[in-house]
């Protein structure tokens, strides 16, 4: 009985992708120029975010673990080919990648400043 409890407990494994799968998601560095609290969703932040030559907007659900001033100036990682996609209203542009650690949520950063929009390798 103890055995069928700890399989039930056990994770399922990821579906495992092959290196074409992964080649298609594009993984860049911005840095945060801007961030504010989304004005129609408790739980999103807005940010606008350099990534090379441009300025996007991007909505991350971080909100309960960060303030915008926090954020403000950070290079971060994204995904940069995913579909935009309207959240509350407003149009985001990509996705910030983090990690969730107990009850902690940790934006992906470099480990120290580097470049926007550099390709994530």
């Known amino acids: 009985m ?6 039930e407990q056990v994770p399922a494994t990821p579906t495992e992708i092959g290196i074409e799968d992964f080649a298609r998601v594009e993984l860049r560095s911005g840095r945060v120029l801007e961030a504010k609290p989304h004005p129609e969703a408790d739980k999103l932040l807005v940010l606008s975010v350099q990534v090379g030559a ?16 926090q954020l403000v100036g950070k290079d971060i990682v994204i995904v ?18 983090a ?3 107990g009850e902690n949520v940790v934006p992906l950063t470099a480990m120290k400043p580097v470049s926007s929009g550099l390709r994530v390798s």
């Open 54 to 69: 441009e300025t996007r907007t991007i909505c991350a659900g971080i909100r309960a673990w960060w303030t915008p001033e």
């Open 2 to 7: 103890a055995e069928a409890a700890k399989a």
């Open 80 to 97: 940069a080919n995913l579909k935009p996609r309207k959240l509350r209203g407003v149009l985001s542009q990509g996705m910030l990648l």
């Open 99 to 101: 990690v969730q650690d």
